[in-house]
């Protein structure tokens, strides 16, 4: 009776969206009245996401039942938004009826669909997993039409989508499909790796592949595994900073400081959203190639963080979270025409010269690939130029691009991050006045 009476108060108070390009000189600005519920604050994000909107400044508010939320967007140039049937096409998304995320559940592998076949990986890191996860998929005759890959602390994580090669469709063949489980569980195990290696059945529900990597990362405790780098260790302006306080009105106040990149709020609302936390106040701001965003937040069941252990998984989990995406070594983008094998091929060519893939982004439109490859070499350290050179000159110059290297200093000109406590005071002062006046003038004001 609960649930039916929510969702009649949802039917009776649905979704408004109010679309700004006048409030403020660089941005336009979003803002969303709703009733409140679970994840709310997720799915918006992930509608802005979805979008490829850069979000520079938000303020949340999720008290008393009612969500409210006002973003500050540009497009990927820095842009406005102008262009009249994409408002028209954002109000529309945001305005429909949410979708409900299925629960964490933890299990991964294999799915079908009728376009393609879904299949979800998790174990171990280590060099050369990627070429052999494509090696096998192609000796199966699995075409692989887009995947996304991530690794962290030692694990990778992987959701690729394959067709099969002879059909152009999805594989549903149970006998087939548990053959693909059997040996991609093998060559995941590797040596070591014999408990923690998953290649079971996925639950049912639609996720994009990043909501998806954040839960089956998650569910794979990669936030307890720390393992870097020595160049790493020594850069602390490398690492995120993540604080967590109790306050008066019983909340817990995170702060978050770290660079920023497209899709953070995203990824760190996904996380809160996973552990059942409730963000009820927000501040996001970023500054040029820093972000700093503070959140007041109980757990689902009105407490707020009511240990030192909970705090410390808390930091941990979100620390996890901002650096899964973290843009990490080289990135090389590969731009060919799409066959069969193609990912097998590239994948080998990189593995025989050393080179250990640390994210990859995996996708194909109109019979071309286009697949994003960050790299570092075996030991987590720049790959040298003339390893480069080489590859380029095996795949083909014209196909493979050099396109940006973590490992190169920060600009001279960046900006410091906002003070903490400055952040805290004014954020402070934002109960005082809630209205969507208090609101606006802010945004017109900053």
Known sequence: MDDEYAKLIRRMNPPRVVIDNDASEDATIIQVDSVNKHGILLEVVQVLTDMNLVITKAYISSDGGWFMDVFNVTDQDGNKIIDEEAIDYIQQRLENDAIF?????????????????????TGTDRPGLLSEVSAVLADLGCNVVNAEIWTHNARAAAVVHVIDDSTGAAIKDPKRLSTIKDLLCNVLKGFNDLNNAKTSVSPPGLLSKERRLHQIMFADRDYERIERASHLEDDSNSRPHVTVLNIEKDYSVITMRSKDRPKLLFDIVCTLTDMEYVVYHGMVCARGKE????????????????SEAERERVIQCLEAAIERRAHEGLELELCTEDRAGLLSDITRIFRENSLCIKRAEISTK???????????????????PRIVDSICRQIGQTKLHVKHSSFLPPSSGSRDPPQETTMGYFF???????????????ISYS
Request: charge should be negative; avoid cysteine; hydrophobic fraction near 30%.
């Open 428 to 442: 402070g002062n934002l109960f005082k006045a809630r209205t969507f006046q208090n609101f606006k003038g802010i």
């Open 291 to 306: 972000a700093y965003q503070e959140f007041y937040i109980r757990h689902i069941d009105g407490f707020p963080i009511s």
């Open 366 to 384: 109109g019979g071309k690939a286009k697949d994003r490859f960050y790299v570092t070499d075996v030991t987590g350290n720049p790959v040298e």
């Open 101 to 121: 995320y299925p629960s964490l559940t933890g299990s991964v592998g294999v799915m079908p669909s009728e376009e393609h076949t879904s299949i979800e990986l």
